[in-house]
């Protein structure tokens, strides 16, 4: 079951294509080729992210964001398009990976790299990471949405391509996305 959300948050992720600009720029699925992931992967100044999904390539989306507060440590959940119903949550144990907790990267500018699996249509509960890893299980509906700390909690949100795409130095590349103004070269995923 976890798979089946982990895939249907990541489809809704790679499918959605929204501007945070005033005039939407769409990429020819053409022009993302080979080259564009070699840049990515041999130069940090050069970086040109892949924005749309490449047939036959998937994995999770580079995903980066910034928040109307510091929600850096809450743990995500994925609300429905009219945000009144949780579609996807995570499991207690589901926060930690090599006995470390998955909270997000911190980026340049303010930026945060997703590490969960986040969307435009998530929230954040007021509860940490900390606290959430260490339930026996996750606490019910009702309780997730009374919990819940913001509905609309983003500034700003970027679909920046695969993760993989990126090469082994995905904060390096991805900070020099960001710095040299590559994300408007992104999908801006708004609610």
Known sequence: MKKKLFAFSLLIII???????STKKTTNKNSITKANTEAIKSSTKTVSPIVEPVFGRIGPAAAVYKTKNDYSNLVPILLSDDGNTIVSYPAPTDLIINGKLVLPTKLSKGYLLDNRGINAHSAFLSITYEDYSKLQQPPSMAEMLS???????FIEFYNCGLRSAYGQNLVENINALIENDGLKKCNCLTK
Not at 15 to 21: D, K, L
Request: proline residues 7%; contains cysteine.
């Open 15 to 21: 499918s959605a294509n929204f501007s945070c600009h």
């Open 147 to 153: 919990k819940i700390a913001d509905k609309h909690p």
